[in-house]
């Protein structure tokens, strides 16, 4: 079964900054695009960051030039930094990622549980 296992939410205050984690478990043949979504109290879930296979990174306007998404295909590995922080920057904050299982050898779209980002201003 394939998993996303994120790491890296809590509390910070305005300006500060943060480092999520998430990682793919299981039995992969394949990784295709991976990013981070955040969904605030009351909002709608909105794409943060988005990185391709190949590296190439797409971002949100509210985040362009505070975070920055990066990968390890070696550790299935998707990261990502947020400086800056804001207190707008608040959600939950899930990662995604685009997968083929090697069990099924067809495309899966795998969400992680979500972790918590509090920003205090």
């Known amino acids: 079964q394939v998993q996303l296992v994120e790491s890296g939410g809590g509390l910070v205050q305005a300006g500060g900054s943060l480092r999520l984690s998430c990682t793919v478990s299981?039995?992969?043949?394949?990784?295709?695009?991976m990013g981070w979504y955040r969904q605030a109290p009351g909002k709608q879930r909105e794409l943060v960051a988005l990185?391709?296979?190949?590296?190439?990174?797409n971002y949100a306007d509210s985040v362009k030039g505070r975070f920055t998404i990066s990968r390890d295909n070696a550790k299935n590995t998707v990261c990502l930094q947020m400086n800056s922080l804001k207190s707008e920057d608040t959600a939950v904050y899930s990662c995604?990622?685009?997968?083929?299982?090697?069990?099924?050898?067809?495309?899966?779209?795998?969400w992680g549980q979500g972790t918590l980002v509090t920003v205090s201003s």
């Open positions: 990185i391709s296979s190949g590296g190439s990174t």
């Open positions: 995604n990622a685009k997968v083929i299982p090697i069990a099924t050898r067809r495309d899966l779209e795998v």
């Open positions: 299981g039995s992969i043949f394949s990784i295709n695009d």
